[in-house]
């Protein structure tokens, strides 16, 4: 696990390639989306309710909010967060 957070850190976009139970692992998750909130697409459902794993998410990459779950698309913190990202 070690390895990986590493070679998180210096390329994020590896997430996409892990395996699901890595994938799930909150702290990678966490660690993943907060470099790259697009990577948040990768996420199961449950994780895409999560709102502080949202935040991470949209304050690194506003167009992550078209991943989340309706009920936090329409949060206006999340969404103000995305917009102010995003310009």
Do not use: H
């Amino acid at each position: 696990k070690a390895t990986v957070k590493v070679a998180l850190q210096s390329r994020p976009s590896l997430f996409a390639d892990l395996p699901k139970g890595l994938q799930s692992d909150p702290e990678l998750l966490f660690l993943a989306i907060s470099l790259d909130g697009s990577l948040i697409r990768f996420a199961d459902a449950n994780t895409r309710t999560d709102r502080s794993i949202a935040l991470a998410a949209v304050r690194n990459c506003g167009s992550a909010l078209e991943w989340l779950s309706e009920d936090l698309q329409d949060d206006p913190t999340i969404v103000l967060e995305a917009i102010t990202q995003d310009y």
